[in-house]
Each structure stands twice: as structure tokens, then as C-alpha cells.
């Protein structure tokens, strides 16, 4: 008879593969009712653990906490957004999917504890995401270099206008973020060293001309660097590295780096037109906030409904999309609450950081440091509840949990 531990195993990764988008290879899916299942998959399946969930076992101190917090502020703004916009149960649906992945926090750390590690799992889960990002590859390279229409609805998932520099962008999709940070994990303990440096590089690569992602390419480089200082082992080691860093820093700064960088951003450079549009995406929500004084935020939208259509509409051939204002659309959405729904989390993150940083080296205070890194400056860009983000946001809270099991009651409140 499988086991309890091999069956919800087997339903993290089937649901992974979903998530993914493996089932978009090779036939057209409805991806929107599919992310509505597995929504309600993941608070099923955190309703059985609770139940079996023994007192005392402080693996899930961490996200018991949180979602006591988040759980509350989910069933109101339900109801507030159904009211503001009289959504359809399809349109409650829809809005709520992307907030109900994060329910797979309490699974995935009850697979943590059973393994005794998360070795397992990541390996599993970082070599699925590896795989579906080489098919992306591979229909990236022949749309735009050979004209040939390969896994269509991978290349297309973002529309056939999702375009820079003359070349079809493919988003990376979920699980970057763990992916990035699992390979320097390994790096550190020197397991599959070359295939691990060889998976970064091509994240990298990947995150630079095939999403063209800017400011993740950014991220990644800063992680990296804190993953250079927060490696060493020794005093006489981090003071070489640091001095390295700044001179680095330093001579791209002389070179002309600083202009470079600001021209990628600013509103008159190479990519104004991206810039001026989030500036103005900006002042259209917080024009609706300030003029209709939404208190508690826009709510949880989906432009499947009419009027959250609306006052997304900005002309026949463009939307506003909150998701394109990274965490300041989160604080849109949920308005005061926001400060409970990510403020826990950003809280939390700061105070495990802070207190691994003090500690001796080991390698698993470099995995979580990189993580926290590269995941809260990643959320302030991307919003770790945006639909194309969110799956990642329960493993990075079920590897906090499970890592930090160790740190006091009065550590955490």
C-alpha cells in the first residue's frame, strides 16, 4: 500500500509538471481551470495534513503562523472583490487561484520532514524546471532564427506581440528562484558541480536574451555576489572577496556602468517606452485608489470579469496590468492588509537572514541567504502572488519553515 508521504509526493510533482505547463508540449490546454484545480488540490491537501499534524512539531511553526494571518484576509477580500465587481463563482475562482497555491507550503514541508531533507524533492522539482526551460530553448531558437513553429503553446503563452529587440520573448515561468538557488547550494557542498554551474549559466543566459528580463538578469548577478562573500570560510577569505566585489563595483562604475544601467531604466533611454508605461500604469491605479478612496485595495482582479476589464482598459490595443507594478501592485490589490500579507513574510525573512548571517558557516545558511536574497528582491519587481510567480512563494516559505524549525518562539513573533 503507497504510503502517505509517497502519495502526496507523487501529487506535488504531478501538480509541478501542470504548473510547469509539460501538458502545453504537445496539445492546447485550458491552463486557467487547470490553476483553479490545483488551487483547490493544494488546500485539500493542507486540510489532511492539519489533521495529522502532530503537536509540538515545529517544522510547520513558521507557515501555521502566517497563515493564521493570511487566511482571514483571503475569505474577506472574497467577498469584498465578489461585491465590488459582482463576479461569477467562475470569476471568484479565477481571482483566487493564484493565492491558493501557497497552501502547497504545508505539504511540501510534511515531505521535507519525512525525508529528513529537501534534497530529494528540489532535485526532482529544480530538474523538471530545467527540462520544460530547454524545450523553451528550443522553440525560441526556431521561431526566431528558423521560422519554424515549435511547442506553440509554450512560445505563445504571452501573446504573439511579446516582443524585444526584434525577438519573440518566451517567459522562464515558475521556479527560478529555487532553481538558482538550489544549484549554489550544491556548488557549495560540491555535488554535480559542473552540471549545477552548468544550470546557472543557462538560467542566466535564459533570463537575459530569451525572456530578456532585465532586471531579473540583475538579481541574479547581485545573488551571485552574495553568494561569493557569504561562501567563505574563513575572515582572510571574506575580506579578499569583499575587496574584490567593491573593486569590481568601482571599475564598472569608472567604465561607464552607471549610464549604462540608468539607461535601461530611465524614461528616456533605450527601453523608455517599457519604463513611461509602468510609470503610467502607476498613476492609473493609484488615481482609481486615491479618487474612490479604496481603503482596502482594488481586490483580487481578474480581467475575465467586465468591470475589472474596465478599469484595466487603456485602449484597443493595450491594458493596464497591475502585476507589471511588482509588490506596489500587491499593495494596490489588498490595499492597508497588504501590510499582514507581505509584511509577515518580508519580516520573517529579514530575521532568519539576520540571524544566519551571525552564524558559522555551513551550507545551508548559504542556500537560505541566497534564497531570501534573491527571492525578496525579486518580489519587489515581480510580486511573489503574480500569477506567473506564485507557485514559487510555497517552497520558499516550506524551506524556511522546515530550515528554521530550530529558532525560538520569541525569535519569530
Not at 483553479?36 to 489533521?51: H, R, T
Not at 510547520?60 to 474577506?76: A, E, G, Q, T, V
Not at 515561468?173 to 552548468?198: A, E, H, M, Q
Request: net charge positive; charged share 15%.
Amino acid at each position: 500500500m503507497i504510503s502517505t508521504k509517497s502519495f502526496i509526493k507523487c501529487i506535488v510533482i504531478i501538480v509541478t509538471i501542470i504548473m510547469l505547463e509539460y501538458l502545453s508540449l504537445f496539445t492546447s490546454v485550458n491552463m486557467t481551470n487547470l490553476r483553479i484545480a490545483v488551487g483547490i488540490i493544494g488546500v485539500l491537501l493542507s486540510l489532511f495534513l492539519l489533521f495529522k499534524k502532530k503537536e509540538g512539531d515545529n517544522n510547520y511553526l513558521l507557515i501555521s503562523r502566517y497563515f493564521k494571518i493570511y487566511i482571514p484576509i483571503i475569505i474577506f477580500f472574497v467577498i469584498y472583490t465578489s461585491f465590488i465587481y459582482n463576479y461569477t463563482l467562475k470569476d471568484t475562482l479565477i481571482s483566487l487561484s493564484q493565492y491558493l497555491y501557497v497552501f502547497y507550503a504545508f505539504p511540501i514541508v510534511y515531505i521535507f520532514s519525512k525525508d529528513k531533507n529537501v534534497d530529494k524533492l528540489l532535485t526532482i522539482i529544480c530538474t523538471l524546471t530545467t527540462i520544460i526551460l530547454l524545450f523553451k530553448t528550443i522553440s525560441w531558437y526556431f521561431y526566431n532564427y528558423k521560422g519554424i513553429v515549435l511547442f506553440e503553446n509554450l512560445l505563445f503563452r504571452y501573446s504573439e506581440g511579446w516582443i524585444r529587440n526584434g525577438l519573440k520573448r518566451v517567459s522562464d515561468g515558475y521556479l527560478i528562484d529555487v532553481l538558482f538557488s538550489f544549484s549554489l547550494y550544491n556548488i557549495i557542498r560540491s555535488r554535480k558541480k559542473i552540471t549545477s554551474y552548468g544550470v546557472i549559466a543557462f538560467v542566466m543566459i535564459f533570463t537575459l536574451f530569451i525572456s530578456q528580463w532585465r532586471i531579473k538578469f540583475i538579481i541574479m548577478i547581485f545573488v551571485l555576489i552574495t553568494y561569493f562573500l557569504v561562501s567563505s570560510k574563513n575572515v582572510i577569505s571574506k575580506f579578499l572577496k569583499s575587496y574584490f566585489v567593491i573593486s569590481f563595483v568601482m571599475l564598472f562604475l569608472v567604465l561607464g556602468g552607471y549610464e549604462i544601467f540608468t539607461n535601461q531604466f530611465s524614461a528616456t533611454g533605450n527601453y523608455s517606452g517599457s519604463t513611461n508605461y509602468r510609470i503610467e500604469t502607476l498613476h492609473h491605479f493609484s488615481n482609481i485608489i486615491k479618487s474612490q478612496k479604496r481603503v482596502f485595495g482594488l481586490g483580487l482582479l481578474t480581467m475575465s470579469n467586465e468591470n475589472v476589464a474596465s478599469i484595466c482598459y487603456k485602449d484597443n490595443y493595450q491594458n493596464y496590468w497591475i502585476e507589471d507594478l511588482g509588490i506596489v501592485g500587491g499593495i494596490f490589490r489588498f490595499g492597508v492588509f497588504s501590510i499582514f500579507i507581505y509584511g509577515y513574510i518580508f519580516y520573517i525573512s529579514l530575521m532568519i537572514l539576520y540571524k544566519k548571517s551571525k552564524e558559522s558557516f555551513n551550507p545551508e545558511n548559504v542556500f537560505l541567504i541566497v534564497l531570501i536574497v534573491y527571492t525578496l528582491l525579486n518580489c519587489i519587481t515581480y510580486n511573489f502572488f503574480d500569477q506567473q510567480f506564485s507557485f514559487g512563494l510555497p517552497f520558499y516559505l516550506a524551506i524556511l519553515s522546515f530550515y528554521c524549525s530550530n529558532i525560538s518562539k520569541k525569535s519569530i513573533e
